[in-house]
Nanobody, 120 residues
Framework: QVQLVESGGGLVQAGGSLRLSCAASGSIFAIGNMAWYRQAPGKQRELVAR???????NYADSVKGRFTISRDNAKNTVYLQMSSLKPEDTAVYYCNAYLNRATMGWRDYWGQGTQVTVSS
């Protein structure tokens, strides 16, 4: 069994910062890409940032220059440092990992989501 557990969400004023963490645990053989998605009320889930196992990152245009994704492969953990937050960043943020459980092969796994609310 694999679990992705997110933490770090909360309420912050516009212009503030938050750091999200997501730790993968369980019978994991290898982890490929890890990513953060978000879903605002009434909107579709969208990719915020993705990072490869080697550390190459890409970002949605809306967060470039404000958010930084990173990972600690030894801890099976991905982070999202969010700065200069805007009210439009308000959403539930989901962690995603493409990982290999050996006997089950490669597939996507999702965390339960963490709420980020940015007040104006």
């Amino acid at each position: 069994q694999v679990q992705l557990v997110e933490s770090g969400g909360g309420l912050v004023q516009a212009g503030g910062s938050l750091r999200l963490s997501c730790a993968a645990s369980g019978s994991i053989f290898a982890i490929g890409n890890m990513a953060w998605y978000r879903q605002a009320p009434g909107k579709q889930r969208e990719l915020v940032a993705r990072i490869t196992s080697r550390g190459t990152a890409n970002y949605a245009d809306s967060v470039k220059g404000r958010f930084t994704i990173s990972r600690d492969n030894a801890k099976n953990t991905v982070y999202l440092q969010m700065s200069s937050l805007k009210p439009e960043d308000t959403a539930v943020y989901y962690c995603n990992a493409y990982l290999n459980r050996a006997t089950m092969g490669w597939r996507d796994y999702w965390g339960q989501g963490t709420q980020v609310t940015v007040s104006s």
